[in-house]
């Protein structure tokens, strides 16, 4: 059997998000390596996780190093000093009084960590939260996220939606107008005082790769600010140096007072942190405990991370390639009628398919057959939205200006394939996607 068969075999579907039979035995740089050898280059960096790719030399070491002299396995009940550094330095990321760090494994369980320590620490306990948001996929998160692959889900008994602004598919002639309306709407139907915090992503990323109109978020955080209310800013997906900035907040002008990492922050190891003010992670003690947080293997991960953005100069390159995508993909569209809009911020990308630009009907099925053909033709990616139909592209920091170039190549003739009927319903049948 070979390991896709095995795959459909051994593992439950509940934790699979498919959209290709993508399968990687090793990777090196920012491809992957499948059984018989073939590379891939990988544009999702496994879903922004590989923030350096894969097999980094100096993540690597970091990881042998730290795993070969275990100081204990978390910091539940001991000291251990590469997860003071790197809380340290995460602390010294976010703008602000006095703040602390909570250590995780995911962006989920840093999101609901927050959730929970805010509501507990403020009293308060209704959540804004955007429609369309995806924080995670643990109870608690998936309960003040507003995802539609999270239907299925309880949601927090606090939790009101509003709509995050959509500059493409706009809600009424002003989006940020419109979504700064709903905000109004919801502190004056639940009172202000009752509000514990908004939930934002500097860019929304599950939710379409969504990049909110200029001004429109540090308009939101002023409001907030007058009623007392916390930002918590979601960072995990385009944060660490994705959008060409450390924290992506940066871009906005907004000092959010509670962050959330994860992903990029391992370079694909568990790791996730929250950064908020003191009086919130020091409320109580025991509060939200996991026995391997902070273990000292995946703290010393998050440091080579750390490093190696600096090293290798990794946010002016996402800067670059990102501009350099992004404008590959616009020439792209004079050829292609399928794209509908080219959108994002450094390494954090989004091109919506749709059936006809007029309408902008999303193409839902389009979408997955691109990245099918892409995948034959050695370029992996995934898609966001509502609708399933904007490739999403969050590649390693370390993306290569030729690298750039091969899968533009590569994204050109998948579509192109796709537009000649060359793809066959057959090809996607098999992946449900989101
Ligand atoms: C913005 C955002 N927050 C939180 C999460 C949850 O992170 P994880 O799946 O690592 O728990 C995700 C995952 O896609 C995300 O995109």
């Known amino acids: 059997m070979g390991l896709i068969e095995r795959d459909r075999e051994s593992i439950g579907a509940i934790e699979k998000l498919r959209f290709s039979p993508l399968v990687a035995t090793g990777g090196e740089g920012c491809h992957l390596i499948g059984e018989d050898g073939s590379r891939v280059l ?3 960096g496994t879903w922004g996780a590989a923030s350096l790719g894969y097999s980094d030399p100096a993540l690597a070491l970091a990881i042998t190093d ?11 009940s001991s000291v251990s000093e590469p997860t003071i550094e790197l809380a340290e330095k995460l602390i010294e990321a976010v703008p602000g009084g006095l703040k602390k760090a909570w250590i995780g494994h995911s962006g989920s369980d840093a999101n609901e960590t927050a959730v929970r320590a805010i509501q507990h620490a403020t009293g308060r306990d209704r959540f804004i939260v955007f429609d369309g948001a995806y924080h995670g996929g643990t109870a608690g998160s998936m309960a003040i996220s507003g995802h539609p692959s999270q239907d299925h889900a309880t949601a927090h008994e606090g939790r009101i939606l509003i709509p995050y602004p959509d500059s493409y598919r706009p809600a009424g002639d002003d989006p940020a107008a419109h979504s700064l309306a709903a905000f109004d709407r919801a502190l004056e139907e639940a009172g202000p005082e009752t509000i514990a915090a908004i939930l934002i992503e500097p860019i929304m990323s599950d ?26 800013c979601d ?7 994705r959008t060409g900035d450390l924290c992506a907040f940066e871009g906005e002008g907004i000092e959010p007072d509670v962050v959330t990492f994860g992903k990029g922050i391992g ?9 908020a003010p003191a009086e919130i992670l020091d409320f109580a003690t025991c509060f939200s405990i996991q026995t391997t947080a902070g273990n000292p293997v995946c703290a010393s991960a998050g440091l080579a991370v750390l490093r190696r953005i600096e090293e290798l100069g990794l946010l002016e390159n996402a800067r670059d390639r990102g501009e350099q995508l992004r404008s590959g993909f616009r020439r792209l569209a004079e050829t292609h009628e399928m ?23 999303p193409a839902t099925a389009e979408a997955a057959k691109v990245i099918v053909r892409s995948l034959e033709l050695g370029v992996a990616f995934f898609c966001v939205g509502k609708a399933s139909n904007v490739l999403e592209l969050t590649p390693p920091l370390t993306l290569a200006e030729a690298e750039v170039e091969q899968a533009l190549e590569v994204i050109d003739q998948a579509m192109s394939d796709v537009e000649n009927g060359l793809v066959p319903n057959s090809a996607t049948a098999e992946y449900a996607g989101w």
């Open 66 to 76: 730290a795993a070969s002299s275990m100081a204990a396995a978390s910091i539940l």
């Open 267 to 275: 370079g694909g190891l568990p790791l996730s942190a929250v950064v």
């Open 235 to 241: 960072e995990v997906k385009v944060g660490v140096g």
């Open 207 to 232: 939710g379409g790769l969504i990049v909110p109109p200029e001004g429109f978020l540090a308009e939101l955080a002023g409001r907030c600010r007058e009623h007392g209310i916390l930002v918590l």
């Open 42 to 44: 990988d544009l999702s």
């Open 339 to 361: 794209i509908g809009d080219v959108r994002g911020r450094g390494l954090a990308i989004g091109v919506d398919l749709v059936r006809d630009r007029e309408t902008k009907e």
